[in-house]
Antibody, heavy 121, light 110 residues
Framework: EVQLLGSGGGLIQPGGSRTLSCVAS????????MSWVRQTPGKGLEWLSG????????YYAESVRGRFTISRDNSKNTLYLQISSLRAEDTAIYYC??????????????WGQGTPVTVSS | QSVLTQPPSASGTPGQRVTISCSGS????????VNWFHQLPGTAPKVLIY???QRPSGVPDRFSGSKSGTSASLAITGLQSEDEGDYFC???????????FGGGTKLTVL
């Protein structure tokens, strides 16, 4: 059974930083591209960043480019998202998601349970 | 404002057939595959359809997807109360180099 367990969220002060993690199991992690997607009641679903299966190629939405960094450790079956220079509008549920192939060009097919991030003083 | 356009709401009675549309452009749905997701409150989205019309194992055949040009549709036949929730479409966009989503359609079973 595919499992994606996200962690690392919580209450963060404006301007602060945090690293979100997503531990994968139930599939060959190193064969699949991965992404981070966030969801807010007001803005719906927003794709943030994706990374190829090897980790050699990354993609970012303009809204987070330069502030967020995606990475992966295939030896640990773990996906990461470093989030920094946080603003109130970054408050959301952050999901990690698995793509069906080694690239991000087919949309994700499986989502983790989500980790909430709240940016507030 | 979402790149892919969906109606904000849809409804039907038990047993009825309902369709949800998703409209995009040549840079996303015109060239790339579409996925459909179902989301219940407080839970993660779950894929219903991938690659325009493929159903993962475990998804009932009451759900079907189709795509033509820059538009796609999700059809639900034999509507059931458990089908309530939010439905989203998604595709890769070749110009923006991101995955784009629809704004979501809230389905109510009357």
């Amino acid at each position: 059974e595919v499992q994606l367990l996200g962690s690392g969220g919580g209450l963060i002060q404006p301007g602060g930083s945090r690293t979100l993690s997503c531990v994968a199991s139930g599939f060959t992690f190193s064969n699949h591209a991965m992404s981070w997607v966030r969801q807010t009641p007001g803005k719906g679903l927003e794709w943030l960043s994706g990374i190829s299966a090897s980790g050699g190629t990354t993609y970012y939405a303009e809204s987070v480019r330069g502030r967020f960094t995606i990475s992966r450790d295939n030896s640990k079956n773990t996906l990461y998202l470093q989030i920094s220079s946080l603003r109130a509008e970054d408050t959301a549920i952050y999901y990690c998601a698995k793509h069906p192939t080694n690239t991000v060009f087919l949309p994700p097919t499986y989502w983790g349970q989500g980790t909430p991030v709240t940016v507030s003083s | 404002q979402s790149v892919l356009t969906q109606p904000p709401s849809a409804s039907g009675t038990p047993g009825q057939r309902v369709t949800i549309s998703c409209s995009g452009s040549s840079s996303n749905m015109g060239t790339n595959s579409v996925n459909w997701f179902h989301q219940l409150p407080g839970t993660a989205p779950k894929v219903l359809i991938y690659n325009n019309n493929q159903r993962p194992s475990g998804v009932p055949d009451r759900f079907s997807g189709s795509k033509s040009g820059t538009s796609a549709s999700l059809a639900i036949t034999g509507l059931q109360s458990e089908d309530e929730g939010d439905y989203f479409c998604a595709a890769w966009d070749d110009t923006l180099n991101v995955v784009v989503f629809g704004g979501g359609t809230k389905l109510t079973v009357l």
